[in-house]
């Protein structure tokens, strides 16, 4: 069965520490993965798409096939990062992505 | 930046009764969705749909689901008779392409 899992409910870090959002995801073929944010009070963004290989706003992820995982990394973290981090793939010819539950991230000064 | 717009921003509904969600997408996205989150749970997807007609749904989409773009700018979700368990915050999405959603802010729906 397809799934997605983000471990962690809750990730709580001081700010300038790094951080690294887990997700692993159990889906047949290649699936394209993306990372969403929901910033309090603000709707869901995209944040990051795995094919583009970029970074955004000081973040970025890598697909590794071999471990089935794409976590979400930012080497010096931000007041301004805490948020709901979901990440949700896209596979099996479906154009639908995949919620994980999502991971509340809380960067203290 | 264009938005998706959604409204109520809020609604109260007793149970039983219909209740409609209202989005307007982005007005050139070809791909519009609706997607819910129960407090504390997972963003879940609705459905999914375009040129006119429903192209996915999710379980969840059952019969008292439905979804209409009756004038080509708004899209609704209507619940025939809302149970307790529909309480949740309605996200709507739009898309060009089958990528990269834009969200509208989300409707919470409280069934009393």
């Known amino acids: 069965a397809q799934r997605v899992t983000q471990p962690e409910k809750l990730l709580s870090v001081f700010k300038g520490a790094p951080v690294e959002l887990k997700c692993n995801y159990s889906?047949?073929?290649?699936?394209?993965l993306f990372w969403y944010v929901q910033y309090s009070r603000q709707r869901l963004q995209l944040l990051l798409r795995h094919i583009s290989r970029e970074s955004i706003k000081g973040f970025t992820a890598d697909l590794n096939k071999g471990e089935t995982s794409f976590h979400l990394k930012k080497p010096f973290a931000q007041e301004e990062d805490s948020a709901m981090y979901y990440c949700?793939?896209?596979?099996?010819?479906?154009?639908?992505?995949?919620f994980g539950r999502g991971t509340s991230l809380i960067v203290h000064p | 930046e264009p938005e998706v717009t959604q409204t109520p921003s809020h609604q109260v509904t007793q149970m039983g009764q219909e209740v409609i969600l209202r989005c307007v997408p982005i007005s050139n996205h070809l791909y519009f969705y609706w997607y819910r989150q129960i407090l504390g749970q997972k963003v879940e997807f609705l459905v999914s749909?375009?040129?006119?007609?429903?192209?996915?749904k999710s379980e969840i989409f059952d019969d008292q689901f439905s979804v209409e773009r009756p004038d080509g700018s708004n899209f609704t979700l209507k619940i025939r008779s809302t149970k307790l368990e529909d309480s949740a915050m309605y996200f709507c999405?739009?898309?060009?392409?089958?990528?990269?959603?834009?969200f509208g802010s989300g409707t919470r729906l409280t069934v009393v």
């Open positions: 889906y047949s073929g290649s699936p394209e």
């Open positions: 749909f375009y040129n006119n007609e429903i192209s996915e």
């Open positions: 949700a793939p896209i596979s099996g010819g479906s154009y639908i992505p995949t």
């Open positions: 999405a739009s898309s060009v392409t089958a990528y990269g959603y834009t």
